[in-house]
């Protein structure tokens, strides 16, 4: 039996992820593993997109300025050193516990790294920073390597993590994926695919969840963007059992 801890969407909310890990118990208060977390006993799963602050307000607390102006390139490039900060931290960590901390390659996190197209919100903010065509400057090598090396979903067992959903096409952010409803709407629409899939259970993020963790306990999945709302998930696994849940539950903090 083994805890898993998931942790949603961060989208550059370093501030409240440091301290979900650390009501997990899996991150003392000088941002390294617990002993849990080295010792394997506690994985860490995060479920994608690590950069790009959600709206114009978490820019400006991110970047310390009064308002955030995304058309402005000095504005660009203290969001982006901040990220880079944050992210150097987060890999350590990851360093410190290589088998027991992953990360799943979000489309946000794709979009640093290729820039293929530029990513934004309904309500027309784009997420310019790691963009040097827009303004903005390149992902550090380092770094850039690291986000290549995500996966595109974790199994455990029958157990899936990743980003967006259950589909395979679900984990490649191309034109299709950007122009379907279907990543942000499968969950409602079509919850049966996790089912479908053969899975015993499904953990996935991309779709922010208003009001805290979604767990559809008849579909047997859990959309976890909801980290805004001070949650994370916790699961107990048995990875050699058919159906490997032991328990699920949405963790305040």
């Given amino acids: ?4 801890i998931a942790i949603g969407d ?14 997990a118990s899996c991150a003392d208060a000088h941002g390294q593993p617990t002993p849990p977390v080295r010792q394997g006993f506690y994985q860490v ?6 950069v790009h602050p959600k709206n114009l307000g978490e820019y400006a607390r991110l970047t310390g300025l009064s308002t955030f102006d995304a058309r402005n390139e000095d504005h660009l490039f203290a969001a ?21 901390v992953h990360f799943i390659l979000g489309n946000h996190d794709d979009g640093v790294v ?9 309500g027309g903010l784009t997420h310019d920073e790691f963009d040097p065509e827009r303004g903005g400057v390149v992902l550090p090598d380092h770094l850039r390597h690291w986000f290549q090396g995500f996966l595109r979903e ?3 067992g029958r157990v899936q993590f990743a980003h967006v959903g259950p589909l395979p096409a679900f984990a490649y952010y191309d034109d299709l994926f950007y122009t379907d ?10 919850p049966e695919y996790v089912m479908m899939a ?24 859990a959309m976890i963007d909801a980290l805004p709302d001070r949650e994370y998930l916790e699961l107990l696994l048995d990875p050699d059992q058919h159906n490997p849940v032991l328990s699920v539950r949405a963790v305040p903090f």
Avoid: N
Wanted: net charge positive; with cysteine.
């Fill in 198 to 221: 053969d899975l015993a259970y499904g953990i996935y993020g991309h779709t922010q969840m208003h009001g805290g963790i979604h767990l559809e306990e008849a579909a047997c999945f």
């Fill in 45 to 50: 799963v995060f479920i994608g997109d690590l």
């Fill in 114 to 122: 290729h820039h293929r197209y530029q990513l934004g919100t309904s």
């Fill in 80 to 100: 982006a050193r901040q990220q880079v900060r944050e992210l150097e931290k987060l890999q350590a960590f990851q360093k410190s516990a290589p088998t027991s």
């Fill in 1 to 4: 039996m083994r805890k898993f």
């Fill in 181 to 190: 409803h279907g990543p942000k709407r499968w969950w409602h629409d079509t």
């Fill in 154 to 156: 974790l199994r455990v």
């Fill in 10 to 23: 961060v989208h550059a909310d370093f501030d409240t992820m440091w301290a979900a890990l650390r009501a």
